[in-house]
Nanobody
Framework: QVQLVESGGGLVQAGGSLRLDCAAS????????MGWFRQAPGKEREFIAG????????YYAESVKGRFTISRDNAKNTMSLQMTSLKPEDTAVYYC??????????????????WGQGTQVTVSS
């Protein structure tokens, strides 16, 4: 079992920045590929960024490429998402997930085995 807890969400104005963190406990964190997803009201959960087990590979959805940066620290069992140039359309509940598949970086929610509870990000215009 892996337990994931997200933090760092909140309210920010358009153009601003936020950093989300995902803290993991349980089985060996470094064994898992990690990803960030988000779900806006009335929409399906969508993949936005993923990182391989050692941080050597990352993948971003087109909607966030160049604005968001995913990283992980296996020594601290944490993963982060630095979000810049935020837009109102980035408003959503953000979830971190852990996958036994690490490379290629999984982008489907069904490939993730564990999820956090989510953290709300609201971007005002």
């Amino acid at each position: 079992q892996v337990q994931l807890v997200e933090s760092g969400g909140g309210l920010v104005q358009a153009g601003g920045s936020l950093r989300l963190d995902c803290a993991a406990s349980g089985r060996t964190f470094s064994a898992y590929g990690m990803g960030w997803f988000r779900q806006a009201p009335g929409k399906e959960r969508e993949f936005i960024a993923g990182i391989s087990w050692n941080g050597g590979s990352t993948y971003y959805a087109e909607s966030v490429k160049g604005r968001f940066t995913i990283s992980r620290d296996n020594a601290k069992n944490t993963m982060s998402l630095q979000m810049t140039s935020l837009k109102p359309e980035d408003t959503a509940v953000y979830y971190c997930g852990a996958s036994r598949k690490s490379y290629p970086i999984p982008r489907a929610g069904a490939d993730y085995d564990y999820w956090g509870q989510g953290t709300q990000v609201t971007v005002s215009s």
